[in-house]
């Protein structure tokens, strides 16, 4: 049972219908458990505090009843206007009514559903040294000025407590008290004692504000600083008479310095006025100057170009981010030198081969009308990125923009041990040790944002905050000034901003949420800050979750409760879980979750540095892939060995057995410290660097780093002032239809939310409502119930920055079904654009929406211009010299399809030239047409998760239909005759519910956001065959990470059967009834194989109504099976062979191969290599030239050095084979007589 400590509002022994904070979710799951009519439960309101919900089951729907309370604190079942409710004092006694029959509830109250007691806890201590949680920290030391004091962080009313103390001693200790009197006693040491812990919280509250008024009353009144500051000192360490004395002392002095601090202040202005104003400015520290900073590079270039430029192609590329210029120096024979110098703004965009991750293409302005590429290759990737983070600090430096569009945040997470840090943090800071780090040419540059989370730090608030800005301070030559610390026991977080941005920041929150023993303890938990930049929010969560290999599930409640419970953000947004509040949300912290594998096998694995097969294993990766937790977050790939449990001391030696009272403990190495995110869709966010320290060994876990390049919008001022009503612009909903996961059939509306709205909005009830299966519900509004919403300003610079948050709620509970968010840059245009994502609700996916809308801007509001983030793009592929296109960056979960006919808005505001538009126009044109033939031809069967019965299937809800189905009688396309399936396609294990696009990040690497939903292109998994396990390594790997594509998927079809009849341009209903959705007769064809995604874990036993299975993975599995898509060519194309694509590079979860035609997505010549080359060495790609010489070994290395072109080899010489790592002379040899044969 999740929820928050305390004692429940029925008393200490509740009846046990009552469920206290059920979600509306396990209720109907409880009830439908039940099945029997009359079957009834209460569990309090979602809506209203103080209120709750009484649940009847009846005909297998769950009706739902608002009890609330009235201003006499009688209780009453909402009814219908002007029918007269009937009272009660308490719960049992309103249950009692309605036991009766004939009292007006659909059902009378029969068989009452019992809560499922849970099993009493282990003591939850940590895996540390330990026998019981530690104590929490005095607290004697004080937030800095920044940090917020709004937000409670124990929801303990506080009276209680203090009527509790109160009484205790009038009923004990007052007769101790008397007793001394009467014995000569002169004090009363019990009352003394009583009431210092009754003005326990207020002593805290004193010393925040006299700590908040300590700045002023240095500046303006030195007389009282002095004292100030004294007693700020003194209030460590103080107890019994002393500390209420001082308590007495404080608020003579705070009523003091208030009174007074006014008239100083006034008069210290005026006489600073009139003095002169001649006077030399105060010095002000500015971060040590970036150095220049040069890249040695090589000229990629294509054959037909070489005889232009001669063979030379060493280049060396300078960065001056001072002087906002670069210099691209050519070296040539007899060490001449010629050389280039570009200024900032003649550097138009930055492009990043997507294939070849240390290439970049530089587009320089050469006149007005004219650009130029070059392409060049680095020594290696992370060179590439170091290049590409100082040209956009110095395009930043240099702009004359007044607030910046990107920033930097520093995260990291560490379990200190219950030890002091020590004095050397500085690899921790400049993410220096193992994994994915930053170059050495980047390391020193200081983050915008620092966040530091701790579990098991003993050290006080103010302590560590000092010592953190004297580490910034010594290695960036920044005072960084805090924001907020929120501290529970002994887990903290604590956030620092450059001096430069400290008043961008507004709407400090801080809170913290218990989830130990009973949760009640604050030894496990979550602290909280929030705050916006300018006009972006952000969220950071560091936790401490439950230990121990085996408490999956408790680790799963916590994070649930944490995400539910913990109280930051904006107030209105109360209606959706802290998920969904930010712009961004970081979570950071010990979150405990272990390897499921013997110890023996995880420690080969890591001196093998073998990371793979444990991620497998994760149990986080694990959980992530049910949907259990984390629903949409992302995670970097990680390349680090596991940060827990060391010896202490080293970092060379994993201690995981430890002796307790109970019996031996193994704790298991494990990535227990992880960093995961979420931000909103359409955003920019980009992880540089995610590693660990391997120097700091005073804990028995290594510190974690994480560094983020994040995209940030300013505090938006027309130019044009507030729009008139011509000027309007408008958000209009053509339709509107929910699928949402319910066994209720109350009527819906929706609720909308956005900061470019004066308010929230409503719709009306929804008009249309229809279910062919009991335990979901679909929903749908028209226009006429959907509200127009207008918002606050009418700029599309504005509206593309803006996103809009969703909830549908229920008429008889106003209670949340589901919500979402769209963001509206996609939504922009005359025309309405197609949107589709999912509904989630307390982290568990409910459901998914659908509708078609637009956001209408007057032409008169139309001016908009780059942003910093979209100054760089990923070339998608560029083979050869025509084959180029440059995609503008997509970031950020895209939830969110556009329609067919919508151009991306980045892509308009990141054109460079005309003449590259329109290469790049044609080219697209042509991807596009082949992509429109693919969609329209029924023959392609390409797996469509829209057009299958099977998509509606919900998690925890067995599926009648799809049960009854076997896997004989499924049918499926099959490939045709004579020809073999290709290699990978066999029973490979589905992609772990994943269908929405993968994050096309800048940086050129895949992350790991779970289960997310759409695109066709990237379904593919489970193929017709019989072959073994799941293929890896060889083939075309799902780690492929191509963008998605511009438009959603085709509508719903009238059936299955019909769409040979149909085609893409033909107009069909959006939304046909799903009655209407026909499973194709069975088939002859040899029968499908199920994924392992219907099984829970590897090796458990399941079935096709599994419980573990997510919306969408149940549903995909099979739609695959029943919609295969065709077999691929019999060659990979070259730009997808030999790029380490194999488990070394997998991202986690375990993606079976793409197994439709990648043929259909990219130009021709991108696949075969140029029509145009003049030379033909036999094979399609260097990797199969070199696999019929058999010496497939020196392929990493040639596309490492750029010999990633058929026509480039003719070029090769021999000095370039020994730089790709070709040493052997007969080796060599070969390989130079084949490509002379070739010519």
């Given amino acids: 049972m999740a929820g928050g400590g305390g004692v429940s509002p029925l008393g200490l022994a509740p009846p046990l219908w009552y469920h206290r904070d059920l979600s509306r979710a396990a209720a109907e799951e409880l009830l439908a458990r039940a099945g029997r009519d009359g079957s009834f439960l209460v569990r309090d309101s979602e809506s209203v505090n103080g209120a709750y919900a009484l649940c009847v089951l009846f005909q297998k729907h769950v009706h739902t009843y608002r009890v609330l309370p009235d201003e006499e604190g009688f209780l009453a079942v909402q009814t219908s206007q002007g029918v007269q409710p009937k009272r009660f004092k308490s719960l049992p006694e309103l249950v009692l009514l309605y036991l009766q029959p004939s009292q007006g509830l659909v059902s009378t109250l029969l068989y009452p559903v019992d809560r499922e007691e849970s099993i009493p806890e282990d003591r939850d201590y940590s895996d540390g040294e330990d026998e019981k949680p530690p104590l929490p920290?005095?607290?004697?030391?004080?937030?800095?000025?920044?940090?917020?004091?709004?937000?409670?962080?124990?929801?303990?009313?506080?009276?209680?407590?203090?009527?509790?103390?109160?009484?205790?001693?009038?009923?004990?200790?007052?007769?101790?008290?008397?007793?001394?009197?009467?014995?000569?006693?002169?004090?009363?040491?019990?009352?003394?004692?009583?009431?210092?812990?009754?003005?326990?919280?207020?002593?805290?509250?004193?010393?925040?504000?006299?700590?908040?008024?300590?700045?002023?009353?240095?500046?303006?009144?030195?007389?009282?600083?002095?004292?100030?500051?004294?007693?700020?000192?003194?209030?460590?360490?103080?107890?019994?008479?002393?500390?209420?004395?001082?308590?007495?002392?404080?608020?003579?002095?705070?009523?003091?310095?208030?009174?007074?601090?006014?008239?100083?202040?006034?008069?210290?202005?005026?006489?600073?006025?009139?003095?002169?104003?001649?006077s030399p400015p105060p010095l002000t520290r500015h971060s040590k100057t970036i150095p220049v900073q040069a890249f040695e590079v090589k000229l990629d270039v294509y054959l037909a170009d070489l005889?232009?430029?001669?063979?030379?192609?060493?280049?060396?590329?300078?960065?001056?981010?001072?002087?906002?210029?670069?210099?691209?120096?050519?070296?040539?024979?007899?060490?001449?030198?010629?050389?280039?110098?570009?200024?900032?703004?003649?550097?138009?965009?930055?492009?990043?081969?997507?294939?070849?991750?240390?290439?970049?293409?530089?587009?320089?302005?050469k006149d007005k009308e004219k650009s130029q590429r070059k392409d060049f290759i680095f020594a290696s990737a992370k060179k590439r990125e170091a290049f590409c983070q100082l040209l956009q600090l110095m395009k930043n430096k240099h702009s004359n923009q007044d607030e910046p569009d990107m920033i930097s945040i520093f995260i990291g997470t560490w379990n200190m041990g219950s030890v002091p840090s020590p004095k050397a943090v500085g690899s921790w800071l400049l993410c220096r040790g193992l994994g994915k780090t930053l170059d050495e040419m980047t390391v020193t540059i200081p983050h915008d944002l620092y966040v530091f989370g701790t579990q098991e730090n003993s050290v006080c608030d103010r302590e560590w905050v000092d010592s953190l800005r004297t580490a910034l301070k010594e290695h960036t030559e920044l005072d960084y000034k805090p924001i907020a610390i929120q501290t529970l026991w002994n887990i903290k977080i604590a956030v620092l901003v450059k001096p430069e941005h400290e008043n961008r920041i507004s709407h400090v929150g801080v809170s913290s949420v218990k989830t130990g023993i009973a949760n009640t303890l604050g030894n496990k938990g979550a602290v909280g800050v929030s705050f916006m930049f300018n006009g972006t929010s952000f969220g950071f969560v560091n936790c401490h979750l439950t230990s121990g290999n085996e408490k999956i599930a408790r680790r799963n409640q916590n994070y649930l409760d944490i995400l539910r419970l913990l109280s930051l953000g904006d107030k209105q947004l109360s209606s959706f879980d802290i998920s969904l509040r930010f712009t961004h949300l970081f979570w950071l912290g010990d979150l405990n979750y272990r390897l499921d594998m013997d110890i023996q096998e995880i420690l080969n694995y890591i001196n093998r540095k073998e990371f793979d097969p444990l991620l497998k294993v994760d149990q986080l990766n694990l959980e992530r892939e049910k949907n259990k937790v984390f629903l949409r977050f992302?995670?970097?790939?990680?390349?680090?060995?596991?940060?827990?449990?060391?010896e202490r001391g080293s970092r060379d030696t994993y201690v995981w057995q430890k002796q307790k009272a109970t019996g031996m403990r193994t704790n298991v190495p494990s990535w227990c410290d992880r960093i995961l995110w979420k931000s909103y869709p359409e955003t920019h966010i980009v992880c540089n660097s995610y590693g660990c320290t391997d120097d700091m060994v005073t804990s028995d876990h290594s510190a974690v780093f994480g560094t983020f390049e994040v995209g940030v919008t300013s505090q938006f001022v027309s130019k044009k002032g507030l729009p008139k009503s011509s000027e309007q612009a408008y958000i209009e909903f053509e339709n509107i239809e929910a699928i949402v996961k319910t066994a209720s059939r109350t009527k819906f509306f929706i609720e909308f939310y956005s900061t470019c709205l004066e308010e929230f909005k409503k719709s009306y009830e929804n008009d249309s409502q229809s279910s062919d299966n009991v335990n979901f519900l679909r929903v749908g509004w028209t226009n006429k119930q959907l509200t127009t919403l207008k918002p606050l300003?009418?700029?599309?610079?504005?509206?593309?920055?803006?996103?809009?948050?969703?909830?549908?709620?229920?008429?008889?509970?106003?209670?949340?079904?589901?919500?979402?968010?769209?963001?509206?840059?996609?939504?922009?245009?005359?025309?309405?654009?197609?949107?589709?994502?999912?509904?989630?609700?307390?982290?568990?996916?409910?459901?998914?929406?659908?509708?078609?809308?637009?956001?209408?801007?007057?032409?008169?509001?139309?001016?908009?211009?780059?942003?910093?983030?979209?100054?760089?793009?990923?070339?998608?592929?560029?083979?050869?010299?025509?084959?180029?296109?440059?995609?503008p960056p997509r970031s950020g979960h895209d939830y969110v399809k556009p329609s067919l006919t919508r151009k991306d808005v980045g892509a308009e505001l990141g054109k460079v030239s005309e003449e590259v538009e329109r290469s790049t126009k044609e080219e697209g044109t042509a991807a596009r047409a082949k992509q429109d033939s693919a969609e329209g031809d029924p023959s392609t069967c390409k797996n469509n998760s829209y057009n299958n019965p099977a998509y509606y299937?919900?998690?925890?809800?067995?599926?009648?239909?799809?049960?009854?189905?076997?896997?004989?009688?499924?049918?499926?396309?099959?490939?045709?005759?004579?020809?073999?399936?290709?290699?990978?396609?066999?029973?490979?294990?589905?992609?772990?519910?994943?269908?929405?696009?993968?994050?096309?990040?800048?940086?050129?690497?895949?992350?790991?956001?779970?289960?997310?939903?759409?695109?066709?292109?990237?379904?593919?998994?489970?193929?017709?065959?019989?072959?073994?396990?799941?293929?890896?390594?060889?083939?075309?790997?799902?780690?492929?990470?191509?963008?998605?594509?511009?438009?959603?998927?085709?509508?719903?079809?009238?059936?299955?059967l019909e769409m040979a009849d149909t085609s893409f341009s033909k107009p069909r209903p959006l939304y046909p009834d799903l009655a209407e959705v026909k499973i194709p007769a069975a088939n002859p064809t040899p029968a499908f194989v199920l994924g392992e995604g219907f099984r829970r874990g590897a090796g458990g036993a399941g079935g096709l109504d599994d419980q573990?299975?997510?919306?969408?993975?149940?549903?995909?599995?099979?739609?695959?099976?029943?919609?295969?898509?065709?077999?691929?060519?019999?060659?990979?194309?070259?730009?997808?062979?030999?790029?380490?694509?194999?488990?070394?590079?997998?991202?986690?979860?375990?993606?079976?191969?793409?197994?439709?035609?990648?043929?259909?997505?990219?130009?021709?010549?991108?696949?075969?290599?140029?029509?145009?080359?003049?030379?033909?060495?036999?094979?399609?790609?260097?990797?199969?030239?070199?696999?019929?010489?058999?010496?497939?070994?020196?392929?990493?290395?040639?596309?490492?050095?750029?010999?990633?072109?058929?026509?480039?080899?003719?070029?090769?010489?021999?000095?370039?084979?020994?730089?790709?790592?070709?040493?052997?002379?007969?080796?060599?040899?070969?390989?130079?007589?084949?490509?002379?044969?070739?010519?």
């Fill in 137 to 278: 920290p005095r607290s004697a030391s004080t937030p800095p000025t920044g940090s917020s004091p709004e937000t409670p962080t124990d929801s303990t009313p506080a009276a209680n407590g203090l009527s509790t103390i109160s009484h205790e001693y009038l009923k004990g200790s007052y007769a101790l008290d008397l007793q001394a009197v009467k014995q000569g006693a002169s004090s009363l040491p019990h009352l003394n004692k009583t009431l210092v812990s009754s003005c326990k919280r207020l002593n805290g509250e004193v010393d925040k504000v006299l700590s908040g008024l300590e700045i002023l009353s240095k500046v303006f009144d030195q007389q009282s600083s002095f004292i100030v500051s004294k007693m700020i000192q003194q209030s460590v360490n103080q107890g019994g008479d002393q500390e209420l004395e001082n308590l007495v002392t404080k608020l003579a002095i705070l009523k003091d310095l208030l009174s007074s601090i006014e008239k100083k202040a006034l008069k210290a202005v005026q006489d600073m006025s009139l003095s002169t104003l001649s």
């Fill in 307 to 365: 005889t232009k430029i001669g063979k030379s192609q060493k280049h060396s590329l300078s960065v001056d981010v001072e002087g906002g210029k670069l210099v691209v120096m050519k070296k040539m024979k007899d060490n001449q030198e010629d050389w280039n110098t570009f200024t900032h703004h003649k550097i138009r965009q930055l492009i990043k081969s997507q294939r070849v991750q240390n290439k970049l293409g530089i587009m320089f302005e």
């Fill in 634 to 646: 992302a995670e970097e790939e990680i390349s680090y060995p596991p940060t827990y449990r060391y």
């Fill in 793 to 887: 300003l009418s700029e599309i610079e504005y509206l593309q920055d803006q996103h809009l948050l969703l909830t549908v709620k229920s008429l008889d509970g106003y209670e949340s079904y589901g919500e979402c968010v769209l963001a509206l840059k996609s939504m922009i245009g005359s025309t309405a654009q197609q949107f589709h994502t999912y509904l989630s609700h307390r982290g568990e996916e409910t459901g998914n929406i659908r509708g078609s809308m637009r956001v209408r801007v007057p032409a008169e509001r139309m001016g908009t211009r780059e942003r910093l983030y979209e100054w760089i793009s990923v070339d998608k592929d560029e083979t050869g010299p025509k084959g180029r296109s440059t995609l």
């Fill in 953 to 1056: 299937i919900l998690e925890g809800v067995p599926n009648q239909s799809a049960a009854s189905l076997s896997p004989e009688l499924l049918p499926s396309c099959s490939p045709p005759a004579g020809k073999a399936l290709p290699p990978g396609v066999g029973r490979g294990k589905p992609p772990s519910g994943s269908s929405q696009p993968r994050r096309h990040n800048t940086a050129g690497h895949p992350v790991r956001p779970i289960s997310e939903e759409g695109s066709q292109e990237d379904d593919g998994s489970v193929g017709v065959g019989s072959g073994g396990g799941a293929a890896h390594g060889g083939g075309v790997g799902g780690t492929l990470n191509r963008p998605p594509p511009d438009f959603p998927p085709p509508p719903l079809p009238k059936g299955v």
């Fill in 1108 to 1239: 573990s299975c997510s919306v969408l993975q149940m549903a995909r599995t099979l739609s695959e099976s029943e919609y295969p898509p065709p077999p691929r060519a019999p060659s990979a194309p070259p730009h997808l062979r030999g790029q380490g694509l194999g488990d070394a590079c997998r991202t986690f979860p375990p993606r079976a191969p793409i197994t439709e035609s990648i043929a259909e997505d990219l130009p021709e010549e991108a696949l075969w290599g140029s029509s145009s080359s003049s030379l033909s060495v036999g094979e399609s790609s260097v990797g199969e030239w070199l696999q019929s010489l058999g010496l497939e070994c020196y392929e990493a290395g040639l596309l490492h050095n750029g010999w990633d072109d058929l026509e480039f080899l003719s070029d090769i010489t021999e000095e370039d084979l020994e730089e790709a790592g070709v040493l052997d002379p007969a080796h060599k040899r070969i390989l130079l007589e084949s490509l002379r044969q070739q010519k």
